[in-house]
């Protein structure tokens, strides 16, 4: 099966082929609802991320980065709409045909495990529909609008068996409306895990409907998840698992992702790209603290282990291992489960890869032990490994022969590393705003950062309470501080460890010790960089933006996150140095309130 690409087009005339239409609606019709909508007045673009569109095509290449009139007219006309939901049809007048928009919109049904059943019979896309697709240069991209309305699809109506109108509170996940400031943290933190390279989708407008309401515009290459998937293979339909897979599959090869491949190597093909996506992604949340509540029904991840829906991605700056999130009726997975839930999605596959070869379905624990999991465990250790030594500073050739030769060394720091990442504060659980956690005592990024320039000014090992003094985060009590023997060994170890990699290093790159530090040192500066955007800094940052974004306007808001977020480049190949607004200017009081949050939320949540 193919999948149709619409031709570039020239000008902003791309928006207007946003029409709610979508290749996924032709292949996999029983896989969605369609919605007619209606156009929303009044409505205000507050951000509108122009280096996506370009990328997308939506905008010409030249095009200056600058919300005119006729751009604003384009965005609202293709994302302000509200979707004609069963309560509407049921309560409300007639739709005038007058204000119909051309439509229909589609929200996707997939697995949730907000559900009853756990089937998925009910769920799917609760606040948000699919605006269409757009042609870029390096090929399609799917656009979808959460805040859209609330459609029969939410978990509210799910267990309450009722339709419910948009903008109502009566049952939670019922509203399906969005925020301003909901949107705009989600531009903050997905355009900052971008580029860092994390796979993720991406914000490409904010559009604010008074009262601080907001339709949050969200792209990416391919938005399908596993929960796609899953509707159908718990159901056993065969067919329908079949006629998705095969759109997915023609997709992914549109875009060079997937070998042409027949018979059952198409479907093995497939899983194994997926598996060693989800152990990249799987090895990067653990890495980067990165919580994004990953778990088997594969609801809030995509195809390619991509984040999305961040409502409650929480990026971390210390390893809070123990933090969950509490949404009422259950809490969620912690950050190191986080493997174990991906690796189930992948053995999810592998039953679903059978079932595609052989036409019928197997119990999904006899896929345990299947190829794809022993895949997914030896690519997320290896990547697992790699991700630690590019953090301590090497870059990604001298990391891949440090893993290659160098595994005693490798596995000593590693071994050590984890047990200073891993001590928890004396003070035990706590509640926090959104769920629960015991915070972590040391920063080993603070370690890593701060030991290569002090060795080559000191020229030799430091003495364990400047090591312990060095880690400790802000989280850390003064019993945490405390100076006691075995502490002071795991200091010394830490150090001995750490040089003996460092060594290794100079001699694999057949240079001395001091030039090996000498660039580790520049690299760690900006990996580990003393401020850092975590979701608590986000939090507070989406706040004051959603506060002063009319007085600033949308271009002013675009400046301030494109600054933003290249003032906090953890990416050595991509830092650069950020120019602030200009001085005595609202933006730049704005700005530099950012830094300070960030300063002051390093080691947050």
Known sequence: MGVASKPRSRGLSAFRALDGSHPLR?????GQTSYHARPIAGAEVVWFNHALAREMGLIPAGRPERLDAELRRAVLDAFALQIVNEWDLHHGPPLD???????PYMATRYLQLQHPGRTGRTSGDGRSVWIGTAGGP?????????????????????WSGRFYRTGSRAASYGCGTATVQEGLGAALMSEALHREGVQTERVLAVIGL???RAINVRAGRNLLRPAHFFLWSKRGDIGALRRLAEYHDARE???????????????????????RGFARQAAIFESEYLFVWLDWDGDNILMNGGI?????????????????YDDATRWSTTIPEQRRKARLIVQNFAQIRDMLER?????LAEFKNDRAVRQFDTEFERFARLFLLRRIGFDASLAERLRRGRGRELERFRAIHGWFERVRSARGPRRVNDGITWNAVYSTRDLLRELPARYLAQGGLLEPREILAIAASSYSTPRDRRLTPYRARRAREFQRAYLALIQAAARLSRRSTPLVLTEVAARSAVLNRFTRITGDAVVHAAARLTRAHRRLGADAVHDLIRRFVEAHTTNPDLATTASPPAPKTPAR???DALLSDTEQFRHGI
């Open 138 to 158: 390096d090929g399609e991209w799917d656009i979808s609008a959460c805040g859209t309305g609330v459609t029969h699809l939410c978990p509210a109506t799910a």
């Open 589 to 591: 009081r704005i700005f």
């Open 26 to 30: 032709l292949a996999l019709p029983e």
């Open 97 to 103: 045909p007058t204000e119909r928009l051309p439509g």
């Open 210 to 212: 008074g009262g601080g």
């Open 359 to 363: 036409g019928r379905k197997r119990p």
């Open 253 to 275: 090869r549109a875009r060079g992702l997937l070998r042409r491949s027949g018979g059952g190597r198409r479907w093995e093909r497939l899983t194994a790209e997926l598996t």
């Open 308 to 324: 999305l829906d961040y409502g409650s991605v929480r990026q971390f700056g210390l390893y809070h291992r123990d933090y969950r």
